[in-house]
């Protein structure tokens, strides 16, 4: 890897061996704290939200989620109550503990903890009929924060000047974000994207909200589940912020970049391709992952 680095309009571009181009988008810097695809997902759920006279919003997520963060900061900036019902009843009494959560709490976020089986009924009507008879009138953001305004939110990550590029990569979650980028590509332009979980379901979840098929999921580097983690995606994360001086998380983008880089050593591109990265933000994460590799004993990832 070349560590020679030249940056203009938060694109970071730099070559690699094999002779493809390989350019990284930082969305990741939009805001310090509605950074990358969660800015883009919560922008026109939050104008819906005004429209309809909405002044709470009410998401899901896990102990170290990304939305969870980007909702609260986002419900204090824009001034929204906001409420998190969190999976895992065991964390109420460790907020302290987790940079996420004191964070969102911070932020004045409420919290809600849920067990893990009544967690998975957040979709039921019945679920959401007994949260609105707790907390009144809410705005429903999805966990992860995809719905279909998400996804006009996300097909804003493209512009003209990214039509040159031949390949667009980027790490998936619900499939929100590569549905918005699926949607807004051009024909002779390929979508990568590489699943932060195990296994293929995702295939059905992004047809829900394209018709087009340029696309296709890389399953080889979720490194065996979401927020898992081994020594080599650490080394290689650490070694990537050495050269280049882009912050990489864990749980996606982190992975990305791994897989896109094994992918050029392969020769998986063509000589000459033009590689187009979304860095999707995710940086908050760092430090609760850090927490659990210092109670492993593994090495932490450089902030």
């Not at 959401?128 to 939110?153: D, H, M, Q, S, W």
């Not at 979401?226 to 882009?246: A, H, P």
């Not at 000459?272 to 430090?287: D, E, F, M, N």
Request: aromatic content about 10%; proline content about 2%; charged content about 25%.
């Amino acid at each position: 890897m070349n560590s020679k680095i030249t940056s203009q309009n938060e694109i970071v571009k730099f070559s690699l061996i094999k002779d493809v181009e390989l350019v990284i988008k930082r969305e990741d810097k939009i805001h310090p704290h509605i950074s990358g695809n969660k800015y883009r997902k919560l922008k026109y759920n939050l104008i819906e939200a005004k429209h309809q006279n909405f002044n709470t919003l009410l998401t899901f997520g896990g102990a170290y989620s990304n939305h969870i963060a980007a909702t609260a900061a986002a419900g204090k900036e824009f001034g929204f109550k906001t409420i998190g019902i969190i999976r895992g009843e065991e964390l109420a009494d460790k907020i302290a503990d987790n940079p996420t959560l004191s964070f969102a709490q911070e932020c004045d976020m409420q919290f809600k903890f849920v067990s893990r089986k009544d967690y998975r009924k957040k979709t039921e009507s019945k679920f959401l009929a007994a949260l609105e008879n707790e907390f009144g009138n809410f705005y429903v953001l999805p966990e992860g924060g995809t719905n279909e305004l998400a996804i006009k939110g996300c097909e804003e990550i493209l512009t003209k000047e990214d039509h040159i590029f031949d390949y667009v990569c980027v790490s998936v979650g619900t499939g929100g974000t590569i549905s918005g980028l699926i949607n807004s590509t051009k024909k002779h332009q390929r979508i990568l994207g590489f699943p932060a979980l195990k296994g293929n379901f995702l295939q059905e979840e992004i047809k829900l909200f394209t018709t087009k098929d340029n696309w296709e999921l890389i399953t080889d580097y979720h490194f065996n589940g979401y927020g898992k983690i081994n020594s080599e995606l650490i080394t290689f994360i650490n070694q990537f912020k050495e050269r280049t001086g882009i912050p990489l998380d864990p749980v996606y983008t982190g992975k990305m970049l791994f897989g896109i880089v094994n992918l050029i050593g392969k020769d998986y591109f063509k000589k000459g391709s033009k590689i187009l990265a979304i860095h999707t933000g995710g940086l908050q994460g760092i430090q609760g992952m850090n927490m659990k590799l210092q109670q492993k004993g593994l090495p932490i990832i450089i902030e």
